[in-house]
């Protein structure tokens, strides 16, 4: 539950610099952010130049959704700090970049941020999963769309914050809402004093009615409660009841409540909550075999990231042991606001670390659970650069409602500080691959998305498939093998940290934790996604060309390792085979059809290139079998990805289109002796091109060019140079250039090396 509250005002006169970043502090800690940013900037005033005071208003501001501001002050952490004491002050400029949906930034700022980033941990990969995705979110942002969205006005929606609405048949809307609690002479306290609740509108002749609160005693005066759901018939809910903990944070639980005697009866608190932990956003509906599921979000011990999905089945008015929704589905984020479409088989969520506008967007998956495909975006209008969360879809006519902090919403402190509810209405969609070539209205992105997979790398467990033996083939795929390694994680955990304790133990099994998750399951993922790819290319009647090789550590003997290598690469030929009913194998075979063509080279290397430094005695397994430096090692990687791409299809070009001979050049300062490069910039549009500005965040790297305007078919010089006089060592710099091009702005890294 995102829950909003406010400043109230403060006597702040006299006070030092220090007593005012205690204060600020002390508010962070508790999570009133709002307040630590007044003390934060109070101490400011009195003491500039603290790189600190400007580092926690940064954290303060993004944390209640004060994206400009938030980015301004990580700005001027970053060029200031020349110790690099504050290194994810780019990780978030690169995020705050897309929520304030400049795209172009937050992919210089992701690069600048993964330069020099060295620690293994959530910051790098979240930045790896977006900047590899960065294509993808600016199609996102530029797609048209047809669905009509409408900000729901006053009386539901208000300046404190609306959220989770949903429709119940077509008589009332249900949402819930953190209002100000009010003293006896009716004014609002803004402070901590503020309630969650649901509440009800009706629809009427004259638009939806002021809402009313939901009935007691599921609403309580003296507990927050908030995101109800109900059971088929209605005679069922189940909802939130929240505490306060420390100060400003939330602490979950599901309760439920019975219709009955035409009255809903006392909640109890369910048996699947978790002590300590958060369960909420519950979402139930009854599948078609008529077993009852209840869908929510939890922190608790289990999970991947923060928040995760779990589930729990309903059974004889009783809920089962919550599963996990799984990697698939969930990530080294959160996912919250669960909602399963019985109609489309979907599954719809909000997360902050998949590939999205700006901070949770709304993604769904199809399947079930025991087979999700990977987490799409859901687009545009549904996701904006601010949060995007709690969709749902009406039963009777499929249009539905959204929660969003977008621009537009209503507010107190800053235009994105607060929730509101937004409805959708459904319209015909455009399907872009149906119209012919001459109505394209985007660019056609098949090969994009196939060479952003490329290279992707697959992880065995040790001496797999088929440990012993001297055959070089297996009747073993490559899934089966993935299911049994990721089973294997707790022992993984065991094994590696045997005979550490304390901290030392614990970073070991998180180490472990992060690998299976960032790159065992993430390597699966990646293969998930690039087969749909690989077949609508072959549909198109492409001839691809795949180069695989296999991997091992150097456990045992050089013999055996080849041929492990190639029982390695044959599991995953063996997968490619078995997909979809043998699809692939026609193309395999060269008797497809329609003449396209799957070609598989193969590479069986073994332990040749495996790190030196992996250990290769038998006897010690920790660092042999169990650690992740040999497990890195245990791998294919399908190295490259070739295809005529017989069926792509590309926008006509139209108007000032911008073309650069390179993005990137390098110096190095011990063997140059000229310091100066030139990049060609060419127009292959239709209309003049203009260079409106040319800027660089960085004082060493300078640029010109003889001319600022380029007429269709032509090109120009753009000289770059650095002022080696400036540099100390190695660096990074970024020019950007600014157009009447589609693309509006376009980046030239300028690397340097001492």
Request: glycine residues 6%.
């Amino acid at each position: 539950m995102l829950l909003i509250l406010f400043f109230a005002g403060l006597n702040l006169s006299g006070q030092t610099a220090e007593e005012f970043r205690q204060w600020g502090d002390e508010a962070f800690e508790q999570g009133n952010f709002l307040t630590a940013s007044t003390y934060y900037s109070e101490a400011l005033q009195l003491d500039t130049a603290n790189l600190y005071l400007w580092y926690q208003l940064a954290l303060s501001s993004r944390e209640y959704y004060s994206y400009a501001k938030a980015y301004s002050c990580f700005k001027i952490v970053h060029e200031s700090d020349k110790t690099k004491k504050y290194p994810l002050s780019l990780f978030y400029m690169a995020d705050l970049s897309r929520n304030l949906s400049d795209y172009i930034m937050a992919r210089v700022y992701y690069t600048l941020f993964l330069e020099d980033y060295e620690k293994d941990d959530k910051y790098k990969f979240k930045a790896e999963e977006q900047l590899q995705n960065i294509d993808k979110i600016e199609k996102l942002a530029s797609d048209t769309f047809s669905t009509g969205v409408e900000h729901l006005t006053l009386p539901v929606n208000s300046p404190f914050s609306e959220f989770s609405g949903f429709q119940q048949a077509s008589e009332v809307l249900i949402f819930s809402s953190v209002q100000p609690l009010l003293s006896n002479e009716g004014e609002g306290i803004l402070s901590n004093s503020f309630n969650s609740a649901v509440y009800i509108s009706r629809f009427t002749q004259k638009g939806l009615s002021r809402p009313v609160l939901f009935d007691e005693p599921i609403n309580s005066k003296n507990e927050h409660t908030a995101n109800i759901c109900f059971n088929d018939d209605y005679s069922v809910a189940w909802f939130n009841r929240c505490e306060m903990i420390g100060g400003y944070k939330w602490r979950c639980d599901i309760y439920e409540s019975h219709y009955e005697n035409k009255a809903w009866q006392r909640p109890i608190k369910l048996d699947i909550n978790k002590e300590g932990y958060t369960s909420t956003q519950p979402f139930f509906y009854t599948d078609t075999s008529g077993i009852g599921v209840l869908l929510f979000s939890s922190d608790r011990p289990g999970g991947i990231g923060g928040l995760d999905l779990w589930y729990s089945v309903y059974n004889d008015q009783e809920f089962d042991i919550p599963i996990h929704c799984g990697s698939i589905i969930n990530s080294l984020g959160d996912e919250i606001s669960p909602f399963y479409d019985k109609q489309e088989r979907k599954l719809y969520f909000a997360s902050d670390w998949y590939y999205g506008l700006g901070g949770y967007d709304i993604f769904y998956s199809s399947g079930g659970f025991s087979s999700w495909s990977m987490p799409k975006n859901l687009g545009l209008p549904y996701n904006s650069a601010a949060n995007d969360f709690a969709f749902n879809i009406n039963r009777e006519d499929r249009d539905g409602y959204f929660t969003s902090n977008r621009e537009g919403s209503y507010y107190f402190k800053g235009e994105t500080c607060c929730n509101d509810i937004y409805a959708f209405y459904n319209e015909e969609k455009i399907d872009v691959d149906s119209l012919p070539p001459d109505t394209v209205i985007a660019e056609y992105h098949l090969e994009r998305e196939i060479l952003d997979l490329v290279p992707l790398n697959l992880y065995f467990h040790n001496d797999v498939p088929d440990p012993r033996s001297r055959d070089s083939l297996t009747n073993t795929t490559y899934d089966e093998t993935y299911y049994e390694y990721v089973a294997m994680i707790d022992r993984y955990k065991r094994e590696y940290s045997r005979g550490l304790s304390g901290n030392e133990k614990l970073n070991a099994e998180e180490a472990i934790e992060i690998f299976f998750l960032a790159y065992v399951n993430e390597g699966f993922k990646s293969l998930l996604e690039i087969i749909p790819l690989l077949k609508e290319d072959l549909e198109q009647g492409s001839h691809v060309t795949m180069k695989i090789k296999g991997f091992t550590s150097p456990l045992t003997d050089t013999e055996y390792n080849i041929v492990l290598a190639k029982r390695r690469i044959n599991s995953i030929m063996n997968y490619f085979r078995r997909i979809d009913d043998g699809f692939l194998i026609p193309y395999l075979e060269n008797r497809a059809p329609n003449g396209g063509k799957l070609t598989i080279l193969t590479d069986p290397v073994g332990e040749a290139l495996s790190d030196p430094f992996v250990s290769d005695n038998p006897n010690d397994s920790r660092n042999s079998i169990f650690s992740i430096a040999a497990a890195r090692e245990r791998r294919i990687q399908i190295v490259s990805y070739e295809s005529d791409f017989a069926g792509s299809r590309v926008k006509a070009l139209e108007g000032a289109v911008i073309n650069l001979s390179k993005n990137e050049v390098e110096f190095n300062l011990k063997t140059d002796t000229i310091f100066c490069s030139k990049i060609i910039i060419e127009n292959k549009g239709d209309e003049v091109l203009e260079i409106v500005s040319i800027q660089s965040a960085q004082p060493w790297v300078e640029a010109y060019m003889p001319r600022r305007s380029i007429a269709p078919g032509k090109n120009v010089v753009l000289n770059i140079c650095i002022k080696k006089e400036l540099l100390t060592g190695s660096a990074l710099g970024i020019l950007i250039l600014e157009t009447n091009s589609r693309d509006r702005k376009s980046v030239v890294y300028v690397r340097v090396k001492d």
